[in-house]
């Protein structure tokens, strides 16, 4: 996400995330000084592209003002460890823009490593390398001679280590850009964890040793949860780790994340670019979806889609890494569920590098894909039907024609591999495993059924009845049931059980 905005005591670490943003021009504060002609931040005329954002920097020349006319930022403290200036421009002309750093009190002009177009959006680049360190940016129009106005729009100034032009648009929230018309889908949200660190703004990291409600192993916890670079390519990754450790009482760590009273979407297509880890034998990796209505009705009749699940029994001797499976449930209580799981096993591995899911979501139908970006041929790997039904419980349409949020976990052991005691679990044995997510994009057609909730950076959702964003209020009547942090409680008589039978408190 892009609303992550420039720390001043980030900057000054010793050690560099791999990228931090300089300003996204979204309700910024910092000050872009004029020099010579003029500069202000004015709404986005041109929302398409790489650039769906609202707002951003205008730069203009005139012909009578100096070549070096711009927009100067000084920064809070001195930047070093980077190698690059990244910046989305918009040009009426092809001229090269340029780039004015100072390091160490010596001014120093660039011009940009990549060929410049005019009249789209484009992510332009400065080699910075070598420089001591960097104390103020300036950006200059055109250095040329003219006879017309130079315009050039700005965006999404970061640092970074990464040479490679950016080409993922910025779409962030529904206020920022419109679904598509005529049945095209248009991107109206993009997550791509290149900001450093974890969105809180939409995601909330779940922390329990709960077990899920699957008789799961693991204790997530925040360390199960960072954002860094996947090893092999170097993407910037939402990473959830499973370790063999002792904590709180069990025998492995992990991490589990969700955008519950953050982020929500009804219908659509949604897609995710993910790297699973081995999975054999004990690991169960998912991206899934459930109702955000889950804390008025509870589990089932809040609805769950599970978009992937690896890691089933069914697929253990050597077939685990293309063995998967997509599924929906509903129903009336935790003991009268409807269920509908497609397992296939694919004709090639899925936990060898990243591989994109996607998922059609319609009133009418869902539909789940698997590398349909280089596999156009590949048939869906599950569809369901959303029919009505005279019982609420069960109609299709009903309990999945209503707001989702977004799960993404790598559990350890439980009912779904059929492992119950860490020495089963062989897949942490020679140590961590990794869940890479490179990004999750989700499109819309603007149909008038659709619909899609993001809060703005200064409008932050603080769910009520809620401890840290997590988990909804145990249940206090007899026999309510409460799903808290993806595990169903029921309350008898003086305590709180899972369904196993466990008491929690």
Same mark, same amino acid.
């Given at each position: 996400m892009k609303k992550i905005f420039f720390i001043a005591c980030v900057l000054c670490a010793a050690t560099m995330q791999a990228?931090?943003?300089v300003d996204d021009f979204e309700n910024s504060s910092k000050t872009w *000084?004029?020099?010579?002609?003029?500069?202000? !931040?004015?709404?986005?005329?041109? $929302?398409?592209?790489?650039?769906? /954002? /609202?707002?951003? +920097?205008?730069? #203009? %020349?005139a012909p009578q003002c100096d070549n070096w006319s711009g927009a100067i930022y000084t920064l809070p403290q001195a930047v070093t460890g980077y190698r690059y200036v990244h910046a989305l421009m918009y040009r009426n002309n092809s001229h090269q823009p340029n780039l004015k750093v100072t390091d160490n009190g010596e001014n120093l002009d660039m011009v940009p490593v990549n060929t410049i177009v005019a009249n789209q959006w484009q992510d332009v680049v400065f080699d910075i390398s070598g420089k001591a360190q960097v104390d103020y940016l300036m950006f200059m129009a055109d250095r040329d001679e003219i006879t017309e106005n130079a315009v050039v729009l700005i965006d999404d100034v970061i640092f970074s280590n990464d040479a490679t032009p950016r080409t993922t648009p910025n779409a962030q929230c529904a206020d920022e850009a419109e679904p598509g018309q005529d049945g095209e889908y248009t991107l109206v949200w993009n997550e791509d964890f290149t900001d450093g660190a974890l969105d809180t703004k939409v995601w909330n990291i779940e922390v329990n040793g709960d077990g899920g409600g699957n008789n799961e192993l693991q204790y997530y916890c925040e360390k199960g949860v960072s954002v860094g670079a996947e090893p092999t390519t170097g993407k910037q990754c939402l990473i959830l780790t499973a370790t063999k450790e002792d904590y709180q009482g069990k025998k492995c760590t992990s991490g589990r994340v969700n955008s519950k009273h953050k982020l929500h979407y009804t219908y659509g297509k949604i897609e995710a670019r993910i790297k699973f880890p081995q999975t054999a034998n004990g690991l169960w990796p998912a991206f899934w979806q459930l109702g955000e209505n889950i804390d008025e009705v509870g589990w089932p009749?809040?609805?769950?889609?599970? !978009?992937?699940?690896?890691?089933?029994?069914?697929?253990?001797? *050597? %077939?685990?890494?293309? &063995?998967?499976n997509g599924a929906m449930h509903l129903g009336r209580a935790w003991d009268a569920v409807w269920g509908d799981a497609q397992a296939s096993e694919w004709s090639y591995s899925l936990q060898d590098t990243f591989h994109i899911l996607t998922m059609v979501w319609t009133p009418t139908s869902v539909d789940m894909y698997m590398d349909k970006d280089a596999h156009q041929e590949n048939k869906a790997y599950f569809h369901a039907n959303l029919e009505p039904n005279d019982d609420a419980n069960y109609n299709r349409q009903l309990v999945f024609g209503k707001p989702n949020f977004i799960i993404a976990n790598l559990a350890v052991g439980?009912?779904?591999?059929?492992? &119950? *005691?860490?020495?089963?679990?062989? =897949? +942490?044995?020679?140590?961590? %495993?990794?869940? &890479? !997510?490179?990004?999750? %994009? !989700?499109? $819309?057609?603007?149909? =008038? *059924?659709? /619909?899609? #909730?993001?809060? /703005? =950076?200064?409008?932050?959702?603080?769910?009520?009845?809620?401890e840290n964003n997590l988990s909804p209020t145990l249940p206090s009547r007899e026999g309510e049931k409460v799903l808290r942090n993806g595990q169903l409680l029921i309350r008898r008589g003086e305590h709180i059980y899972t369904i196993t039978g466990q008491i929690v408190e």
């Open positions: 990228q931090t943003t *000084n004029t020099v010579s002609c003029g500069n202000e !931040i004015v709404d986005n005329p041109y $929302q398409d592209g790489l650039n769906l /954002s /609202s707002k951003c +920097l205008q730069i #203009v %020349r009749k809040c609805g769950e889609t599970d !978009i992937i699940e690896m890691g089933h029994q069914n697929g253990f001797n *050597n %077939r685990q890494d293309r &063995y998967f439980g009912n779904f591999p059929g492992i &119950y *005691n860490i020495s089963g679990v062989t =897949a +942490l044995a020679n140590g961590p %495993r990794k869940m &890479y !997510i490179d990004w999750i %994009r !989700i499109y $819309q057609r603007g149909d =008038a *059924n659709e /619909s899609f #909730v993001c809060p /703005s =950076a200064s409008d932050p959702i603080e769910p009520e009845g809620t």
